[in-house]
């Protein structure tokens, strides 16, 4: 090749310079298309797994259920026949045990579900709210409504909110920050108007996390979190962790 040139230059003929390939315009344009249809594939592949996922969890839950069923048929029996207290103390535990896990698969099965609200207007938040806080009320439970909590009143799904509530005012309780090395210091929840439009509800006394425990599912309580976080959602508001406090914001108007 370079003998070649050489000829051609002495009797004075000049290459061209090499010309890039064209680029394929119909190619170029075909590429954006691929990629997005790509990631549809992907997203319905999650979707496809996201499904048979709860199914299986769905499934996992009543075989859980039917174990419970034997094991409470045990527990008769050893009552009965007057067995040690050490066995009855472990068929107990393992029933409790059972319990907690159907309750954690179907808790998951209704976070793969979309939440289908069924809304009342003249929802008092501070009503509810005292009342989920009662039925936790109890030996160490250590939560208490702000006395200058303001009155506000909204269009909620009573049903899901109170769980929601509940499930955050759980979580506030075992996670309440220490006091002198003792978990002493009281939860205290705190109900704000903003304006005419939303209300502002603050779980203070939370001990401090580095993590979002609303959207971790980081065992049994933070499944319940992301419920609860879920269903305010819903509802068009925010469930999050600010330093100390479990903050949950609220549109008043549905």
Not at 72 to 97: C, H, M, S, V, Y
Request: zero cysteines; proline letters at 5%; aromatic letters at 6%.
């Amino acid at each position: 090749m370079v003998r070649v040139q050489f000829i051609h230059s002495a009797i004075g003929v000049r290459f061209p310079p090499p010309v890039a390939p064209e680029k394929d315009e119909f190619a170029e344009r075909q590429r954006p298309m691929k990629v997005s249809m790509s990631r549809m594939e992907d997203s319905e592949t999650l979707q496809d797994l996201g499904r048979a996922s709860i199914q299986i969890v769905h499934d996992l839950k009543n075989q859980l259920n039917g174990l419970k069923l034997y094991a409470t048929f045990l527990r008769k029996r050893i009552e009965k026949n007057e067995r040690p207290e050490d066995e009855q103390e472990t068929i107990l535990k393992l029933i409790a045990g059972l319990d907690r896990a159907a309750s954690d698969l179907a808790t998951i099965v209704e976070y793969g579900r979309q939440i289908e609200l069924k809304k009342q207007s003249g929802f008092e938040v501070q009503k509810v709210l005292r009342t989920v806080l009662s039925s936790l009320d109890g030996p160490g439970a250590q939560i208490v409504v702000d006395p200058s909590s303001d009155s506000v009143q909204g269009t909620f799904d009573p049903l899901k909110l109170t769980d929601a509530f509940k499930w955050i005012s759980t979580a506030a309780i075992k996670n309440r920050r220490p006091e002198d090395g003792t978990q002493s210091k009281r939860v205290s929840v705190k109900i704000a108007a903003v304006g005419d439009a939303g209300a502002l509800i603050e779980w203070s006394g939370v001990s401090r996390m580095d993590h979002d425990p609303f959207h971790s599912f980081v065992g049994s309580e933070e499944i319940r979190l992301a419920l609860a976080a879920k269903i305010i959602e819903a509802h068009g508001g925010s469930a999050e962790l600010a330093e100390d406090r479990f903050v949950v914001k609220l549109p008043l108007s549905g």
